[in-house]
């Protein structure tokens, strides 16, 4: 039987994992977050994958304060490097298969066309480097590791920009997004189908792999937040605006499309076109 464990699971990809693991009756699930299990304590974590008998890791915890992490380095790198490195570790010590989600921000966005598993990573952000610095030591600890990036992330659970547009939505009459910051909007569940189908899969490789997963099609977060306010029949304005007219601590990449054919092709995996999982994400969230 798989035993599987989820870290970081109260955010939103440990949330839609839980969602679904019912489909999935051969697996058992351990779900953990910072209070059961601290991914940077090295001792927790091998009694805990040792205890359990644990046969794949699905780490999805993270530092994603973007714009906190411009100060807050340090612990950025603890969390999104340090703690990765100690699980795939680990997981390499009980041949268990590790499967760490890393970001789109690790790229420096000038690029103009889908970005893929092998180009060069070069980015300008404190949580960028921290996510970047967590692949590097990932792949240098870990044995037949998996990382997934993905982009724009959002679900009914936690905080996100979907959730953040029909809060302001409902209360303003207008609402100035940015249109010059172009990528693909990921609905988590979908993320967590694709994790799961790739765990149950069986296949297994001792090569360490990257891969890139977010929904088809691209947008502007313009696009995505208009599409939202019309998805949710709301009376509010939706204006487009430049990056430099809604400044931020942290750096964002204006391009971050990526390029999804590897793991289409190695899982066999179909995608959902973005405003499609955004409907059905909308539906949930307003209760239709």
Request: proline fraction near 4%.
């Amino acid at each position: 039987m798989n035993k599987i464990l989820v870290t970081g699971s109260q955010g939103q990809l440990g949330s839609s994992i839980r969602k679904i693991d019912k489909n999935y009756q051969e697996s058992e699930f351990f779900y953990t977050d910072v209070a059961e299990l601290d991914i940077t304590n090295r001792a927790q974590v091998l009694d805990f994958v040792k205890g359990n008998g644990i046969t794949h890791i699905v780490n999805c915890a993270a530092y994603t304060a973007v714009d906190k992490a411009e100060q807050e380095y340090d612990l950025a790198k603890k969390i999104n490097a340090t703690g990765p490195a100690i699980l795939a570790e680990v997981a390499a010590m009980f041949a268990a298969r590790f499967i760490h989600i890393s970001t789109d921000y690790v790229f420096d966005g000038k690029g103009y066309e889908p970005y893929a598993e092998t180009d060069y990573c070069d980015t300008p952000s404190a949580y960028g480097k921290s996510k970047l610095l967590g692949e590097q030591m990932v792949l240098e600890e870990g044995v037949g590791v998996t990382i997934i990036r993905t982009s724009w992330l959002y679900s009914e659970f936690g905080n996100n920009f979907m959730k953040t547009m029909l809060k302001y939505g409902k209360e303003r009459p207008e609402l100035k997004v940015v249109y010059d910051q172009i990528g693909s909007p990921t609905y988590a569940t979908d993320l967590a189908t694709a994790i799961l189908s790739i765990i149950h899969s069986g296949k297994k490789t001792d090569k360490n792999e990257i891969y890139h997963y977010s929904n088809e099609g691209v947008a502007s977060w313009y696009d995505f937040a208009y599409e939202i306010i019309i998805g949710a029949q709301l009376n509010c304005k939706v204006t487009p605006i430049l990056t430099y007219q809604y400044p931020l601590p942290a750096p964002r990449p204006y391009y971050s499309v990526l390029n999804k054919a590897k793991i289409k092709k190695d899982f066999n995996i179909t995608i959902p076109h973005w405003r499609d999982s955004m409907l059905e994400c909308l539906s949930i969230l307003e209760g239709h």
